[in-house]
C-alpha cells in the first residue's frame, strides 16, 4: 500500500516562492513516475509536473515551464516541487500521486493524500 504525505504549502505573495514536498512510502513507490497535481476551487484537478525515479526526466504542464522545478530525493522517497515566480492563478491545493507514466500523466493511485494549500495573493 502506498502512502503520499504532501507538506510546504502555505500564503505568499506573487512573484514568490514555495518549495512542496512530498513523502512517498510502499514497496512499489519507485516502480512508476511521480506527479504533483494541483485543483483550484471550482476546477478540475489538473496535472502540474512529473518525474521519473530512475533518471530524473520531468513534464512539466506549459503554464508552469520555467517557474516550477519537480526533484526527487530516491533516498528518501521524497519528491519535491519548487515553485518560483508564483501567480494567483496557481493557488490550489496541490497533491502528489503517481503516474501512469509521463507520456500519460494520469494519476495512479485511487487514493489521494490530504493535500497541501498554496495560496498567492496579488
Known amino acids: 500500500q502506498v502512502q503520499l504525505v504532501e507538506s510546504g504549502g502555505g500564503l505568499v505573495q506573487a512573484g514568490g516562492s514555495l518549495r512542496l514536498s512530498c513523502r512517498a512510502s510502499g514497496r512499489t513507490v519507485k516502480n512508476y513516475p511521480m506527479g504533483w497535481f494541483r485543483q483550484a476551487p471550482g476546477k478540475e484537478r489538473e496535472f502540474v509536473a512529473g518525474?521519473?525515479?530512475?533518471?530524473?526526466?520531468?513534464d512539466y504542464l506549459d503554464s508552469v515551464k520555467g517557474r516550477f522545478r519537480i526533484s526527487r530525493d530516491n533516498v528518501a522517497n521524497t519528491v519535491y516541487l519548487q515553485m518560483n515566480s508564483l501567480e494567483p492563478e496557481d493557488t490550489a491545493v496541490y497533491y502528489c500521486?503517481?503516474?501512469?507514466?509521463?507520456?500519460?500523466?494520469?494519476?495512479?493511485?485511487?487514493?489521494w493524500g490530504q493535500g497541501t494549500q498554496v495560496t498567492v495573493s496579488s
Open positions: 500521486n503517481g503516474l501512469v507514466s509521463l507520456g500519460d500523466p494520469k494519476p495512479l493511485y485511487d487514493s
Open positions: 518525474i521519473r525515479w530512475r533518471d530524473g526526466t520531468t
